[in-house]
């Protein structure tokens, strides 16, 4: 089992930064892939970014694509999304979730995921 906390979502203009951290604990994340997703108030969840077991592969969302960049640090246990450029359209509850694979299928998809943090809020103002 693990848990997931997020942390460090805001109120930004547009154009800042923000970087969202999800803290992990109860087993290494070094055995988990990890990902991003996003739920914008009236919306579906949505894919954000992800990144593989041993982060030597990431993946975006077409939305935040070269704005957007995941990271981890298997000894501080956490897991980073570092948001530049951002934009109104940006805002949203921010959850982070993680499943013990070894594989890269189907990252962007939530189905793939066995545990989820409680989310975190960031709003970018115009």
């Known amino acids: 089992q693990v848990q997931l906390v997020e942390s460090g979502g805001g109120l930004v203009q547009a154009g800042g930064s923000l970087r969202l951290s999800c803290a992990a604990s109860g087993r290494t994340i070094g055995r988990y892939a990890m990902g991003w997703f996003r739920q914008a108030p009236g919306k579906e969840r949505e894919f954000a970014a992800a990144?593989?077991?041993?982060?030597?592969?990431?993946f975006y969302a077409d939305s935040v694509k070269g704005r957007f960049t995941i990271s981890r640090d298997n000894a501080k246990s956490t897991m980073y999304l570092q948001m530049n450029s951002l934009k109104p359209e940006d805002t949203a509850v921010y959850y982070c979730?993680?499943?013990?694979?070894?594989?890269?299928?189907?990252?962007?998809?939530?189905?793939?995921?066995?545990?989820w943090g409680q989310g975190t809020q960031v709003t970018v103002s115009s």
């Open positions: 979730a993680a499943v013990q694979s070894y594989s890269d299928y189907d990252l962007n998809r939530s189905f793939r995921y066995d545990y």
């Open positions: 990144i593989n077991w041993i982060g030597g592969s990431t």
